[in-house]
């Protein structure tokens, strides 16, 4: 089955922990997102990449990093600077720039 | 800076209820308009989108949208609701028309709940 794998589902850390969120797709697609979903905020966009070793900051960027040295993975750092890291974080792809976007099922990180 | 606005925090109705949820985006130029669907415990999915041509546009479970540009808005409607519709519903816009999708903005969510 094609789609996006996001792991693990569940992660806590320590506060001051830099942690490495995962993302898979198997679509095919060139582009890739990371967003951030807040009860009441919606959704987020941290980064986003068109193609490999491309990335653009989103609109929360800060306390965080992407890599996108292949196309299907596009892995998402929180830093120890991210002050509200606690959040569910959702990985998207879509074919191109400009094509709708597929999910995943998400990540809920927990820090203390 | 660009905005999009999803009137209800939470709407409740009883199956069988007609159910229309408003959008509105805040940018003059080109749009390509989209609304997706978390149900319970599933991944977010396209529910149906507009990018030109017909304002009415049709998309699945028995959703239709319709753009109308004088009022920026995109409001999502169903004429009988299903308590399967239950879910969290989102508007959201792309204003880079042709260009990169990481201008797409989303509203903040409207939770729909279906009573049986």
């Known amino acids: 089955d094609g789609g996006i794998t996001q792991s693990p589902k569940y992660l806590f850390r320590k506060e001051g922990q830099n942690v490495t969120l995962s993302c898979e797709q198997n679509?095919?697609?060139?582009?890739m997102y990371w967003y951030r979903q807040d009860p009441g905020q919606g959704l987020r966009l941290i980064y986003y990449?068109?193609?490999?070793?491309?990335?653009q900051k989103g609109d929360i960027a800060e306390g965080y990093s992407v890599s996108r040295e292949k196309k299907e993975s596009f892995p998402l750092t929180v830093t120890s600077a991210q002050k509200n890291p606690t959040a569910f974080y959702l990985c998207?792809?879509?074919?191109?720039?400009?094509?709708?976007?597929?999910f995943g099922n998400g990540t809920r990180l927990t820090v203390t | 800076a660009q905005s999009v606005s999803q009137h209800n925090h939470h709407v409740i109705l009883s199956e069988a209820a007609s159910l229309e949820l408003g959008c509105n985006y805040s940018?003059?130029?080109?749009?390509?308009l989209f609304w997706y669907v978390q149900y319970p415990g599933q991944h977010l999915q396209l529910l149906l989108k507009?990018?030109?041509?017909?304002?009415l546009v049709k998309g699945i479970k028995g959703f239709e949208a319709e753009f109308i540009k004088s009022k920026f808005s995109f409001n999502l409607r169903k004429p009988s609701v299903q308590w399967s519709d239950t879910a969290e519903y989102f508007c959201?816009?792309?204003?880079?028309?042709?260009?990169?999708?990481?201008?797409?903005?989303f509203g903040k969510g409207t939770k729909l709940s279906v009573k049986p």
């Open positions: 940018y003059g130029g080109t749009v390509n």
């Open positions: 998207a792809s879509s074919l191109t720039g400009r094509s709708p976007l597929h």
């Open positions: 990449s068109q193609i490999v070793n491309d990335f």
């Open positions: 959201a816009v792309n204003t880079n028309y042709g260009g990169s999708q990481g201008n797409l903005i």
């Open positions: 507009y990018f030109s041509g017909d304002p």
């Open positions: 679509l095919n697609h060139d582009a």
